[in-house]
């Protein structure tokens, strides 16, 4: 009954925003990106051994109609023009259709699940996550989501399903229901996930909160699913320019997580510092990890960076990475990267906060 329902609904707002669309002032707007680089350590072909230039370009479309009756319908998708190649067969991607009200919205295509895609929380819980968009398209079959959304009093509540066109490989056509609430009282914020069991994974719950007191900002969540619970607790507290951070989360079968964070920045200079402990399980040692990441304005376009990262585990070698980047305005950028995670039988990684490529990285990118 819920798919006949919610997907006549879908069909009847549809149908009646494309009656009104007659009357509606349209437009269609058009954008692209392209990016031409060169990268020493493979990063062509997924990390296979050998330098190599890499480029692609993209082209976005969006179309937008005002209805007559306060509606807005709008549909956007893009087209890979280029992926390593001097031009390709052109077949959309990211397909989404939307109708829209100043408190409502009802959407379909190439969405992302809303509890996945919303949900806040805390670090560290080892709660089975949302499943993601690759799990419904990959997995799952399903060929696109569907997205309700309404804001209602400062609450937005949104729902989510899969939708399977030909009922070949999901489950139901409408199926794998995601439904995130979340909304404010002053300073007090309070979210609400869930997900129901599909296809073998879990139906789980998240209960979140969030408040403001004395310049501190406190965070608290419970996520659980079939086998484990997970309660955690974050604050930060900024002390002149310096933001300190800290999270535990309680694990009711794993063994609990932590750790702290410094962020920093005044004027051209930002500094950010994490470290994060992943409880062992079986009697295994504790993982530790660390994370730092700097970065100076220079002026005039130009920013340097670098950073450092890695972790205790017997054989891990500190990683590290420099780069700078400079603006050549109209949307252009140009970056010069040098990455390194001390371990030279893994290539084409994505190394630091930045994620910047394995080796050095020359690479120019437009955005129009």
Same mark, same amino acid.
């Given at each position: 009954m819920k798919s006949i329902l919610l997907t006549s609904t879908a069909l009847v707002a549809f149908a009646g925003a494309a009656a009104a669309d007659a009357h509606a002032e349209s437009g269609v707007s058009f954008g692209g990106s392209a990016t031409l680089g060169y990268n020493d350590a493979g990063d062509l072909g997924g990390g296979a !051994?050998?330098?190599?230039?890499?480029? &692609?370009?993209?082209? #976005?479309?969006?179309?937008?109609? $005002?209805?007559d009756n306060g509606l807005t319908a709008?549909?956007?998708?893009?087209?890979?023009?280029?992926?390593?190649?001097?031009?390709?067969?052109?077949?959309?991607?990211g397909y989404v259709l939307s109708l829209s009200s100043d408190i409502a919205s009802l959407s379909v295509g190439d969405l992302d699940p809303v509890a996945e895609d919303r949900w806040g929380g805390v670090d560290g819980?080892?709660?089975?996550?949302?499943?993601?968009?690759?799990?419904?398209?990959?997995v799952a079959g399903f060929e696109a989501m569907l997205v309700g959304e309404a804001t209602i009093a400062g609450f937005t509540a949104a729902v989510?399903?899969?939708?399977? !066109?030909?009922?070949?490989?999901?489950? &139901?056509?409408?199926? #794998?229901?995601?439904?995130?609430? $979340?909304?404010s009282f002053g300073d007090f914020g309070v979210e609400f996930a869930y997900q129901e069991e599909f296809a073998g994974t879990p139906q789980i719950i998240g209960l979140g909160g969030s408040a403001s007191f004395a310049g501190a900002d406190i965070a608290?969540?419970?996520?659980?699913?079939?086998?484990?619970?997970?309660?955690?607790?974050?604050?930060?507290?900024p002390?002149?320019?310096?933001?300190?951070?800290?999270y535990y989360s309680m694990n009711d079968v794993a063994e609990d997580n932590y750790g702290v964070s410094a962020d920093y920045a005044n004027g051209p200079i930002s500094v950010s510092a994490a470290y994060d402990v992943?409880?062992?399980?079986?009697?295994?040692?504790?993982?530790?990890?660390?994370?730092?990441?700097?970065?100076?304005?220079?002026?005039?376009?130009?920013?340097?960076?670098?950073g450092a990262f890695g972790t205790d585990v017997d054989g891990d070698d500190m990683g590290f990475y420099a780069a700078a980047t400079y603006d050549l305005g109209g949307g252009a950028s140009l970056l010069a990267s040098y990455a390194d995670d001390g371990d030279d039988t893994v290539l084409g990684e994505d190394l630091g906060g930045p994620e910047y490529k394995e080796g050095t990285t020359i690479e120019v990118s437009f955005a129009f």
């Open positions: !051994a050998g330098d190599g230039f890499y480029w &692609d370009a993209n082209v #976005a479309v969006t179309m937008s109609a $005002a209805l709008s549909a956007t998708f893009d087209f890979d023009v280029a992926d390593g190649n001097t031009g390709q067969d052109l077949t959309s991607g819980d080892t709660v089975t996550g949302f499943n993601d968009q690759d799990v419904h398209f990959d989510s399903y899969g939708l399977d !066109a030909d009922g070949a490989t999901a489950e &139901d056509s409408l199926d #794998a229901m995601q439904l995130h609430v $979340a909304g608290v969540s419970y996520l659980t699913d079939d086998t484990e619970t997970s309660t955690g607790i974050s604050v930060s507290y002390v002149g320019p310096v933001v300190i951070g800290g992943d409880g062992g399980e079986a009697g295994a040692d504790d993982v530790a990890s660390y994370e730092l990441d700097a970065s100076y304005d220079v002026g005039n376009g130009l920013m340097v960076l670098a």
